[in-house]
């Protein structure tokens, strides 16, 4: 009940494309989603965050869609650019807990 | 921007030696945490600590494993009797408040056991 699934593994995206990875999960005591954004050799960096009384939050090309009833979220790219490839991470935690649940983690290549 | 400061960020260590790695959260930061990447695998939540005691810890996290905040600003993660199966990516991140709130992480250690 406390993970977090992830897919696909890797997506290749055209310049200018759309990126799209999705996250689900079990626990409904969850309250806040978190994307991370790890480029090789660097730790994971807060990329965008969302709690569940919002369906949609937009900061620039990035969009978190979350969908409280089917317990998944997803992360848009838009205007994918060859500066987006790297690996993306869902998480999620609890109010009041301290650790972060993360996703298997995608690896996003953008193609020039 | 502060950061999370961690060092070595490699380390390399026969098996059955200690081993500790170092880190320098954010300075008005009041959790901290230790997270493990194995190679290609998902980062895997170990500790939490709040005023110098452990608040939260995995299964992984056991009695080869300890943590210390020896003063005002470093946080260290001690391996005991290392193994094989201990070489990751080890993440420190810190969080000023409990629960909802972004994490902020270093750039890790890259431990290897030989």
């Known amino acids: 009940q406390q993970q977090v699934k992830q897919s696909p593994q890797s997506l290749i995206v055209q310049k200018g494309g759309i990126s799209i990875i999705n996250c689900a999960y079990e626990n409904t005591a969850f309250d806040y989603f978190p994307w991370y954004q790890q480029f090789p050799g660097k730790g994971p960096a807060l990329l965008i965050a969302?709690?569940?009384?919002?369906s949609e939050k937009k900061e620039g090309r990035f969009t978190i869609s979350f969908n409280k009833s089917a317990k998944q979220f997803s992360l848009h790219i838009m205007d994918s650019q060859p500066g987006d490839s790297a690996t993306y991470f869902c998480a999620a935690s609890k109010t009041g807990a301290q650790k972060l649940v993360f996703g298997q983690g995608t690896r996003l290549t953008i193609n020039p | 921007e502060p950061e999370v400061t961690q060092t070595p960020s490699h380390q390399v260590t026969q098996m059955g030696q200690e081993v500790i790695l170092r880190c320098v959260p954010i300075?008005?930061?009041?959790?901290f945490y230790w997270y493990r990447q194995i190679l290609g695998q998902k980062v895997e939540f170990l500790v939490s600590f709040y005023n110098n005691e452990i608040s939260e810890k995995s299964e992984i996290f056991d009695d080869q494993f300890s943590v210390e905040r020896p003063d005002g600003s470093n946080f260290t993660l001690k391996i005991r009797s290392t193994k094989l199966e201990d070489s990751a990516m080890y993440f420190c991140a810190s969080g000023r408040e409990l629960g909802s709130q972004p994490q902020h992480f270093g750039d890790g250690t890259r431990l290897s056991i030989l």
């Open positions: 300075s008005n930061h009041l959790y």
């Open positions: 969302i709690r569940p009384d919002v």
